[in-house]
């Protein structure tokens, strides 16, 4: 399969701990999307890289949280000093990037990060 | 600040029935509204609309745009069980980029 994926499925830690989770986007895309999800909501919008630079990030809810993508492929997010409330899946997309309206994300199966 | 809201929150049907769950938006410059399938973690895309295409159908599943009224819905005909999953509706707005703004979903269950 072709589709986005992610490593690892499942992580476990304990608060105060360094995680980081993996993101392999779809071949040839271009814009790259990470995403948090909590129990009984939508996912939540954390950063947008397009190519390698971070395009946006104003979802990153603060400084613990960042996210890299050197050679604008692979992108790793990194969460510092983890908190009970970190706890959630993460889900990566891609898209082809470009700028057209009709730009479609394809997502991830998700890190589920449990933070004892 | 945009805003996203779906309902019903959650959902049960008979196998055969046909459903239509609902997405109201409020976002300051309409790009697209997206419908998404999560079953387990990843969600799937379904449709996209946006003001040149206002319908989409495929197989069972249809959807439609209303610009004016400002909401979608999703439509399934002769549910089945294999359709039992989380329905996510999604808006992108033209002023941040490219991240979507999702609502909390619809847990549709199909039973036999």
């Known amino acids: 399969g072709a589709g986005v994926s992610q490593t690892p499925s499942n992580k476990v830690t304990e608060k105060g701990k360094y995680v980081e989770l993996r993101c392999d986007p779809i071949?040839?895309?271009?814009?790259l999307y990470w995403y948090r999800q909590s129990l009984g909501q939508g996912p939540e919008f954390l950063i947008y890289?397009?190519?390698?630079?971070?395009?946006?990030d104003s979802g990153l809810p603060n400084d613990r949280f960042f996210a890299v993508r050197p050679e604008g492929s692979v992108s790793t997010l990194k969460i510092q000093r983890t908190e009970r409330g970190d706890s959630a899946v993460y889900l990566c997309?891609?898209?082809?990037?470009?700028?057209?309206?009709?730009?479609?994300?394809?997502f991830g199966p998700g890190t589920r990060l449990t933070v004892l | 600040e945009d805003k996203v809201v779906q309902s019903p929150l959650s959902l049960v049907v008979h196998e055969g029935d046909t459903v239509t769950l609902n997405c109201s938006y409020e976002?300051?410059?309409?790009?697209?509204l997206l419908w998404y399938k999560q079953e387990k973690k990843a969600p799937t895309f379904l449709f996209m609309l946006t003001s040149s295409g206002i319908e989409k159908k495929s197989g069972r599943l249809s959807s439609i745009l209303d610009k004016k009224e400002l909401s979608s819905i999703l439509n399934i005909t002769a549910t089945q069980t294999g359709d039992s999953a989380i329905y996510l509706c999604?808006?992108?707005?033209?002023?941040?980029?490219?991240?979507?703004?999702f609502g909390k979903g619809t847990s549709l269950l199909v039973t036999p």
């Open positions: 997309a891609s898209s082809r990037g470009g700028g057209a309206s009709t730009d479609t994300q394809y």
């Open positions: 890289f397009q190519g390698t630079g971070a395009a946006d």
């Open positions: 071949s040839g895309h271009t814009a």
């Open positions: 976002v300051t410059n309409f790009r697209s």
């Open positions: 999604a808006v992108a707005n033209s002023n941040s980029g490219y991240a979507l703004n």
